[in-house]
């Protein structure tokens, strides 16, 4: 055998070692729910309607209710269908939820009228004038689904939270954080951590406690026993809320974070689909600043406090007429998702404007 032919067999066989050896980036990734790609022939799939007419206890009038802006639902499945809750704007801005209903995923009929809204009750205070806005949604283990939202009086965002049998009649609970430290203080955009049961999106314990992602600078935790009664993971000695995911510098997500739909217990942990938003500087550069995209973390399955792994990039983007021009521009904001069909449907607000969809 020759010297170069030794030479280079050497070398293949080094080379072959290198590429077994090293972790794949197919491997390294498998924890991310991947694969999404936008339903261009139908989206936008939900438009504000002018149509829509809602009395408003509050305002003592007939209301157009959702004649501005539609825009970040939540999603659920029942009974083999898709149920959207969604975000609604009148003209003065006020905000109210309403649910359109489909057999598909991508087409879908509205409720004629809002399903939660500001009243005349003891949560006016928080709910007036801007109304109540993002929802997010799962499952109890009794049977009853928990919704998230965040009311806003004009002044100060409160992440609330409220209850139902039927998606229809809500028994409202108020504040999450209920601590005379934090009822007055910005909070907002609650993802439960939930487990995948049969179809459904259930809140389960890990740890002995049901646990919840919040923020929208950065990423916060609550905790509760009961789904009722919830505190704020904080730091022991400084009694501070606990950051569990913050924005980087020279990332799509410079400038903040903020939960997407609920947090899912998956083989690999629990995986949280999160909103950022872009810096106008020290950023990523790719983007336009303050452009809204989407990424990916996974926490540890038994320290939900505890980050393992976190994407470099976002796995969607505005890159549609609709999703970089409107209200705000250059804004795709997940905050609904299912498990439909064998696919995987995620739906967003577009520009703060109108909901889009896509799958896997």
Not at 64 to 89: F, G, M, S
Not at 145 to 160: F, I, M, P
Not at 210 to 230: K, R, V
Not at 271 to 279: C, K, T
Request: neutral net charge; contains cysteine.
């Amino acid at each position: 055998m020759t010297k170069h032919l030794s030479n280079f067999i050497c070398l293949l066989f080094f080379s072959f070692l290198f590429f077994q050896c090293r972790p794949s980036k197919q491997i390294e990734n498998e924890w991310i729910l991947g694969g999404f790609v936008k339903v261009d022939s139908a989206n936008p799939i939900l438009v504000p309607d002018t149509n829509q007419r809602f009395d408003c206890p509050v305002a003592a009038k007939s209301m157009r209710w959702e004649e501005k802006n539609v825009l970040n639902p939540t999603a659920l499945i029942k009974d083999n269908k898709i149920y959207l809750l969604y975000r609604a704007q009148d003209s003065a801005g006020t905000s109210r939820l309403g649910m359109a209903i489909s057999d598909d995923g991508i087409h879908f009929k509205k409720n004629p009228s809002p399903i939660l809204y500001p009243d005349n009750d003891s949560l006016l205070k928080y709910e007036w004038k801007g109304g109540i806005e993002d929802p997010r949604i799962v499952s109890t283990e009794d049977e009853r689904y928990l919704l998230t939202y965040t009311s806003y009086d004009g002044k100060t965002a409160r992440l609330c939270y409220a209850f139902s049998k039927d998606l229809l009649h809500w028994e409202k609970m108020g504040p999450v954080l209920k601590d005379e430290k934090y009822i007055n203080a910005w909070s907002k955009s609650g993802a439960v951590v939930s487990k995948e049961i049969n179809g459904k999106i259930v809140a389960t314990k890990v740890d002995g406690k049901y646990w919840m992602y919040f923020g929208d600078t950065d990423i916060f935790l609550a905790y509760s026993e009961d789904l009722i009664h919830w505190s704020v993971a904080e730091n022991a000695e400084n009694k501070k809320m606990i950051s569990v995911l913050h924005p980087r510098m020279g990332y799509h997500d410079s400038r903040l974070v903020e939960p997407g739909p609920f947090a899912l217990i998956t083989k690999d942990g629990i995986l949280l689909l999160y909103n950022g938003s872009n810096a106008a500087n020290f950023n990523d550069t790719s983007l336009p600043k303050y452009t809204y995209s989407a990424g990916q973390a996974l926490f540890s399955a038994s320290a939900p406090y505890q980050l393992i792994k976190r994407t470099t990039s976002y796995f969607i983007k505005p890159d549609k007429d609709y999703e970089k021009i409107g209200e705000v521009n250059e804004v795709c904001f997940i905050e609904g998702l299912v498990h439909f069909k064998n696919h995987w449907f995620l739906y967003y607000g577009t520009a703060d404007s109108k909901i889009a969809v896509a799958n896997n």
